[in-house]
């Protein structure tokens, strides 16, 4: 498998024109390849998982791909804000979203990205990301749409209003196949996937406007779902692409702020994700933080150790396949 990274900036101005939007690298190994497919990943992500998160799709499409040759785009909505460190990053390695329109794209993957508002609409790159959402349904043959963005995307498409949840649903899932479908096939009837998010979509709402539930889980609610427009939509509630430490950094973060009195509730354990002595250190932990609430009391955050039963990667990668499969049309 061969992954080809092109970064192309839209240069205008009455004396330099635009350069060419593809690299000969890239033409000479699209001549050599069976299939070579054009996939933008639109990385909304915070700042301190932009770089993970491309290295988390980089990895599954690398391992997903076989022999065919993936054409990577990063992209990422104006409206998100960013560090100066971050839109740094974006500017030397992300492509222009309006670019979009001249690239000849099979499939999107698009990101969430932290909530701002409590109302979608409110978020300020609503509408940047309703618009994706129309160009991808009518440009691409399918986009994966991922935790908020999916969120985002049912409310614009059919009125599906997110429902608050009690507490944030952090953690590693089993979740179980609900029906047999092309995106799902060679993966086993119970798998494990990290969700981490505050809001959920309902599976009775989704059915009543055609969606399709392939899989969901007693705790956790739905996990990926689908939708055929013009474009197939693929919808995450959970995140496949996670890393095996993903969720630590989370919750990491979130004790963090808690302590830096950034927010009012100390955050919970992620389920199924910590093993049991990790556990009761950081229980023992949140009882100090809400005493001696102080960001230097970061310092002594236990080390974690995570369960050796919950990493994902190899059904992510299945369904990663399956997925470039149906682009390529196979």
Sequence with gaps: MSLVFDKHRFVSGLALPPTSLRQPSAIGHRHNADTVLTIGLINNMPDAALQATERQFKGLLKAAAG???VDLRYFSLPSVRRSAAAQSRIERFYTRIDDLDRLNIDGL???GAEPCAVFLTEEPYWQELTDLVDWA???????IWSCLAAHAAVLHLDGIERQPLRQKCSGVFDCSK???????RDIPSSIKVSHSRLNELRASDLLARGYRVLTQSREAGVDIFTKRLRSHFVFFQGHPEYDPMSLSREY???VGRFLARERETYPAIPFGYFDFDTEQRLASFAGRAWCERTPALMAELPRPSIRPDNANGAMAKVIFRNWLHYLAGR
């Excluded at 349904?137 to 986009?143: C, D, L, P, V």
């Excluded at 609900?178 to 799902?184: E, S």
């Design 67 to 69: 022999s065919s040759i």
């Design 109 to 111: 993957i698009v990101t």
């Design 137 to 143: 349904e009518a440009n691409t043959r399918s986009t």
């Design 178 to 184: 609900a029906i047999d479908d092309w995106l799902t």
């Design 252 to 254: 990491r973060r979130d």
